[in-house]
């Protein structure tokens, strides 16, 4: 009896541990991110949904994003259509893409 307990406790504690330590993509989309062919092009996610978009070090723009679904971000910039973008997380690995598989850009999380 005192087995089962035991390993019962364990099973639980090993699946809140797993979904806990889950990150959403909106939380592990957050930080600064290069570009792996173009180390020039940096992003940045901010938690108040600023992107900061770098290009050589230096700050090009500053757009606004939001989560649409899971694996989806609307962009947002000022005086421009809004742009859908399509996007996967797996560790320090975001792939980015526009509305066509032949431009998927790659990151590597960097802060």
């Known amino acids: 009896m005192f087995k089962k307990t035991v390993n019962g406790v ?62 989806r971000i609307k962009i947002h910039a000022s005086g421009t259509e809004d742009e859908i973008v399509e996007i996967s997380i797996l560790g320090k690995e975001l792939k980015w893409n526009v509305n066509n598989p032949a431009k998927l850009t790659i990151y590597k999380k960097i802060k």
């Open 10 to 71: 364990l099973i639980l504690s090993f699946i809140f541990c797993i979904t806990a330590c889950t990150k959403t993509p909106e939380r592990a989309i957050l930080g600064k991110w290069e570009e792996i062919k173009n180390k020039k092009e940096q992003l940045e996610f901010k938690k108040d949904g600023k992107l900061v978009i770098y290009d050589e070090g230096d700050a090009k723009g500053i757009v606004h994003y939001e989560f649409i679904g899971e694996n």
